[in-house]
């Protein structure tokens, strides 16, 4: 008699949802949204690609649930991070603890940094670093309001950290001989902090005149 084939195990639904989104992260880090397909993604995990739609709906459904993890994850770091300690030390924590990140979850960094879904769309960086800028902002104002400062600064400086880590934690993973991620991020602090330490609480221009010269 001819043997049957194995037919896929059956998994309960938390447990097939939480494969899913692993399957979905790695084919979206390697492929982008727009090149990433139900199709790769069913195959990979051995389900049928009506099991994807109803549990996520579509693509752009696990891409929204597969991104929003890993921003949280980013997130819960950075607060962490930022518990305890003096300022410059917060800071250095804040920039290793984001380096560890990209070191730890290459493929969750891989998506952050891809083409995002047409509703991510926004300006050449891309989009989902606003997404996390936005969500770290939050973590900042805090920071900020407590130390007596302007809580509606705090986005800015959030856009300018999570930018320069992000770009510097690009250039990291891509180079041949990496120094280690303490190393990267005592001098991101290193940098940050000589603006940090002297930050006036209202900041201006010194010549805004300037501005307006040729």
């Known amino acids: 008699m001819a043997r ?21 992260r790695a084919v979206f880090a390697k492929r982008g949204y727009e090149a990433a397909s139900v199709e790769e993604i069913a195959e990979r995990a051995k389900v049928s690609k009506p099991i994807v739609y109803e549990h996520f709906g579509g693509k752009e459904g696990l891409y929204a649930v597969v991104v929003d993890r890993e921003i949280e994850q980013i997130v819960t770091r950075l607060v962490d991070a930022m518990s305890s300690g003096s300022p410059r030390e917060r800071l250095e924590r804040t920039a290793l603890a ?4 990209v070191q730890d979850e290459p493929e969750g960094f891989a998506v952050l940094l ?11 960086m891309p989009a989902l670093m606003y997404d996390l800028a936005d969500r ?13 400062y302007d809580p509606k600064a705090a986005p800015i400086y959030a856009h300018a950290l999570v930018g320069m880590v992000a770009f510097v934690g690009q250039w990291w993973t891509e180079t041949r001989k990496p ?24 900041p201006a221009l010194l010549s805004p005149s300037s501005r307006r010269r040729r």
């Open 4 to 24: 049957e084939e194995a037919r896929p195990t059956r998994l309960p639904a938390a447990a097939r949802r939480a494969q899913l989104v692993d399957v979905g």
């Open 98 to 101: 984001f380096l560890t990140y």
């Open 114 to 124: 891809r083409d995002a879904a047409p509703s991510k769309r926004s300006g050449q």
């Open 136 to 148: 770290v902002g939050g973590v900042f104002a805090e920071q900020f309001r407590n130390a007596g």
């Open 179 to 202: 120094p280690p991620a303490e190393t990267v991020a005592s001098h991101l602090a290193a940098l940050a902090w000589m603006g940090l330490r002297h930050l006036p609480r209202r």
